[in-house]
């Protein structure tokens, strides 16, 4: 799927993360609140595309709504769409597949607040780092199927 074309009524559920990347190619990650998929695991910013939005629409409002970090559709790129597999509790909630489009960004390092917006935290982690962290699982498929990702421009 293309990321500026809006999402249709599919039944796979689609969103859209971001991995973002600071001046030393840490990438930034979000500790998940208690009351969502995979509680207390550490995942990529991001979330659901809503109704007609795009894969780009929906990464630049989700970082905007997590981050209060305004980018612009320059500052994005789509690495690619990934499918993910759902685990076992999760599968009534969310299907048994998603599919996730994938971008990159590059912000300071000091924009990242300890805090964010939504979740429990935020934390800048290194390529090593990320592999060890308890990570949402197919947040950690995606770093791993992108693993250039901190190359990409």
Known sequence: MDAF???????????AVVILLDERG???LQRRDKHVPFPNCWGLFGG??????TPLG????????????SL???QILHLGTFTARIPRPYLEL????ILIHVFRA????????????EGAGSAWRTADEVTDAQIVPYHHEILHLFADWRQRD
Do not use: F, Y
């Open 94 to 97: 969310l299907g048994s597949a």
């Open 72 to 74: 612009l559709p320059s």
């Open 106 to 117: 590059r912000i300071s390092a000091s924009m990242l607040l300890p805090r964010p917006a």
């Open 5 to 15: 074309a809006a999402a249709e009524s599919d039944p796979i559920k689609q969103g």
């Open 26 to 28: 840490r990438v930034a």
């Open 58 to 69: 929906a990464a630049l409002r989700e970082i905007e709504e997590e981050l209060r970090i």
């Open 48 to 53: 659901w595309l809503e109704a007609n939005e």
